[in-house]
């Protein structure tokens, strides 16, 4: 059963690194000054963090029905991240060169929202 | 189908600590979710809470044996999804919301107005 025990070691591992990257995102979250970099912190966080949790949890996985399960759990995650990072980045960015162009109080984000609305 | 093995003991202890140590983190973040100063600010808290919270949730399907808890995860990885998306659709991110390290840059004066075109 040596197999096993080292399986559930580097399982332990991988599960640690996961909690270690979710610790530095959540601190980037707190430390960083603005939002484009708790933007970047966070994505690091979603991602990594969550992945290394579901390869150690995938591991010790006892049938492949649940391996299926927690690899969706890992794509729907990073799917809604990136879709929720680039809009939040595309909507930041976006309102700050309205602003630049624009007087400062316009309503920025109105013009990229109407025109998402075209499709 | 196998039936579901149980880790062992330390593992399991593993397990728990892990999921101890990441709700801790979500703790941190609410942190930033009280005290963020644009709503963009919070609703990036919020989505790092959701992802937590999915990951609590497997470790916790894997320290108990109850694998529905991972149905439950699916459930808030697709809310956090629609919740931000919603969210960048409805409110947006504001202009000037991008925290006191943007603002604290004296060196970019606000640009004088265009000029207007010569009226023939």
Redesign the interface.
């Known amino acids: 059963m040596s197999g096993?025990?080292w399986l559930?070691a580097l399982?332990?591992a991988l599960?640690?690194a996961?909690?270690l990257f979710?610790?530095a995102?959540?601190?980037g979250?707190?430390r960083?000054?603005?939002?484009?970099?708790?933007?970047h912190a966070?994505t690091k966080?979603?991602n990594v963090?969550?992945g290394c949790?579901?390869l150690g949890?995938m591991l010790?996985a006892?049938?492949a029905?649940?391996l299926l399960?927690?690899v969706?759990?890992w794509l729907?995650?990073m799917?809604?991240?990136s879709?929720?990072c680039y809009?939040?980045a595309h909507?930041?960015v976006t309102?700050?060169a309205?602003?630049?162009a624009a007087s400062?109080a316009?309503t920025?984000?109105a013009a990229p929202?109407a025109s998402?609305d075209e499709r | 189908m196998a039936e579901p093995t149980h880790p062992a003991a330390w593992a399991d202890a593993g397990l728990w600590l892990a999921a101890a140590l990441i709700a801790a983190t979500i703790v941190l973040g609410l942190l930033r979710v009280e005290r963020g100063p644009a709503p963009a600010d919070r609703m990036l808290a919020a989505q790092l809470l959701g992802t937590g919270a999915a990951a609590v949730l497997l470790l916790l399907a894997r320290a108990t044996a109850q694998p529905a808890l991972l149905d439950v995860a699916l459930v808030i990885a697709l809310m956090a999804a629609v919740a931000t998306a919603v969210f960048v659709r409805r409110i947006g991110v504001q202009a000037g919301a991008r925290g006191p390290g943007a603002d604290a840059q004296p060196d970019s004066p606000p640009p004088p107005p265009p000029p207007r075109p010569p009226v023939p």
């Open positions: 096993v025990v559930d399982s332990l599960i640690g996961g909690v979710f610790l995102g959540s601190i979250l707190l960083l000054p603005d939002l484009l970099s708790r933007l966070l966080a979603d963090g969550l949790v579901v949890l010790q006892g049938d029905y649940e399960r927690l969706l759990v729907l995650v799917f809604a991240g879709l929720a809009l939040v909507s930041a309102a700050e309205t602003a630049d400062p316009a920025a984000t929202a998402r």
